[in-house]
């Protein structure tokens, strides 16, 4: 049997990563950085599900990440276009300055 | 060296590689510097993708991220050209960073109480996980068994093309 790399060592990296991309989004007012942020979040979830896929030698775990990829390009298209469409109206990608949906 | 040391070594490499970059992502002030530090932390990722054997996915991981979506978001970040007045306008406010550090700190926490006391046990990568990560076999099971939400998704994908054309659009008053 061949020894590795414990599978907890990857779930507390993924947690890690987890935690940096919701502070991200909390600290942060660039609209930019926060979607960046966002995509640390999706991928430190892609990081567990692939270890948990590998450890358990279940398939169902990689399939996952490659439908979670599919959704991510397609947020990462419409996000982005909001965003410049946003720039475009308001002159500002600063969260804090955007603010008419709020009460 | 034997092969365990390599393997420790290797996602030392990775994991320390990753999280550093993640902090960068998140601290730097220019967007440019911050979207930088992701395309580092996608090859990261990649990395350690390959040490468990998901050979597809870190092929994949680099090709989706670090090359289509990062270049959406580089390119992005060009168009909208900010200005020196603005990216120095990012002050971080007190509350927020505060909010933030109690928020990393209650999670670290939780992982620590988590896996500190029950570790998985899973200590052994399976013989399975080196067949189940080739292109083969993804490939198999994609136009098999997971045929149809692979079709659904290249439907999502076209809905987020249009959406995004639309979206964007500059809106002539005519």
């Known amino acids: ?103 | 060296m034997s092969d365990f040391n390599i393997q420790v070594l290797l996602f030392a490499i990775f994991a320390i590689g990753a999280v550093a970059t993640a902090l960068l992502t998140i601290t730097r002030r220019n967007p440019v510097s911050s979207a930088m530090n992701l395309v580092a932390h996608f090859f990261m990722l990649s990395g350690l993708y390959l040490t468990l054997h998901a050979q597809f996915v870190a092929a994949v991981q680099v090709l989706v991220y670090a090359g289509a979506i990062m270049v959406l978001v580089v390119f992005v970040i060009m168009l909208l050209n900010l200005g020196r007045e603005q990216q120095a306008a990012e002050t971080g406010s007190m509350l927020r960073n505060v909010t933030g550090a109690a928020i990393a700190l209650v999670f670290v926490l939780m992982l620590t109480l988590t896996f500190v006391g029950k570790p998985t046990g899973l200590n052994v990568l399976p013989q399975k996980a080196i067949e189940i990560g080739t292109v083969e076999s993804i490939g198999q099971s994609l136009f098999t068994e997971y045929l149809f939400p692979f079709e659904a998704v290249s439907l999502l994908l076209l809905a987020a093309l249009i959406g995004a054309v639309v979206i964007a659009r500059r809106h002539n008053p005519s």
């Open chain 1, 1 to 103: 049997m061949p020894t590795s790399i414990p599978l907890d060592y990857y779930l507390i990296l993924s947690a890690v990563l987890f935690v940096t991309g919701v502070v991200g989004v909390i600290t942060r007012r660039n609209a930019i950085i926060i979607f960046m942020s966002i995509e640390l979040m999706l991928n430190a979830v892609n990081l567990s599900m692939v270890s948990f896929s590998a450890f358990s030698g279940d398939i169902a775990g990689q399939m996952f990440v490659f439908f979670i990829m599919a959704v991510a390009a397609a947020e990462a298209a419409v996000g982005l276009a909001i965003v410049l469409a946003l720039f475009r109206k308001r002159q500002t990608i600063y969260v804090d300055e955007i603010n008419v949906m709020k009460w």
